[in-house]
């Protein structure tokens, strides 16, 4: 069975600083997403990032970008610049990919990140 | 653009009492969740659906049913709630092929 795991219950960053959040996974699969979601107090799911497995590159939105290492399961999101806005629950989730059969998506227990004035 | 709408958002329960919790999507998405957060755990999954008229167990499914009689609608029903059903439950729906989840706002159970 695939699992999410996030070592680091809680982060603080100065701002303007930048910070990284690990995430490791266990998979037997080769075709998978991997997904960081921020949950800020308000509760709402947001999407920060996206990645493909099968993409070499490694995305980046803006401040936010990820270090993906296939072979390792390994992956970890790096805020940049980071603002008194990021403060925030963040959640590293998998899914395997493909077209057929059932998708769950797996999440890890998340990284409460804390951002200092 | 309404996306995934959860209702109620809140509610408190007493310990045997029973209700239901609606999650609407007008995405036409095929794959709907519920999941269920709380402290120190993350989201943890409760059941799915892969489509109209099916629906699958996740990893904490005791104590919980569901049914999507319509594609748009998925919902969890609590028989006799307990205690330990405590929780903030979110709905979530997503397509086959475009990979990202797509959450509602969340609904704050309370089981006295």
């Known amino acids: 069975a695939q699992t999410v795991t996030q070592s680091q219950p809680e982060m603080s960053v100065q701002e303007a600083e930048t910070v990284t959040l690990s995430c490791t996974y266990d998979t037997s699969e080769s075709d998978y997403y991997l997904f960081w979601y921020k949950q800020p107090p308000s509760r709402q799911m947001i999407l920060v990032i996206r990645?493909?497995?099968?993409?070499?590159q490694n995305a980046t939105e803006n401040r936010f970008s990820v270090n993906f290492q296939k072979a390792a399961k390994s992956f970890s999101l790096k805020i940049s610049d980071s603002q008194l806005g990021d403060a925030a629950m963040y959640f590293c989730?998998?899914?395997?990919?493909?077209?057929?059969?059932?998708?769950?998506?797996?999440f890890g227990t998340g990284t409460r990140l804390k951002v200092l004035a | 653009n309404a996306g995934v709408t959860q209702t109620p958002k809140f509610r408190v329960l007493k310990t045997g009492q029973s209700m239901t919790l609606l999650c609407a999507q007008d995405?036409?998405?095929?794959?709907m969740y519920w999941y269920r957060q709380d402290p120190g755990m993350g989201l943890r999954l409760i059941h799915y659906?892969?489509?109209?008229?099916?629906?699958a167990k996740g990893e904490v499914p005791d104590g919980y049913n569901v049914s999507r009689l319509k594609k748009q609608n998925f919902l969890l029903g609590l028989e006799s709630a307990a205690p330990s059903q405590t929780s903030v439950y979110f709905c979530?729906?997503?397509?086959?092929?475009?990979?990202?989840?797509?959450f509602g706002e969340g609904s704050r159970l309370t089981v006295l």
């Open positions: 659906s892969v489509g109209e008229g099916t629906t």
């Open positions: 990645q493909e497995a099968y993409k070499q």
């Open positions: 989730a998998y899914r395997r990919g493909g077209t057929s059969g059932t998708y769950k998506y797996i």
């Open positions: 979530a729906s997503s397509y086959v092929v475009a990979g990202e989840l797509f």
């Open positions: 995405m036409n998405h095929e794959y």
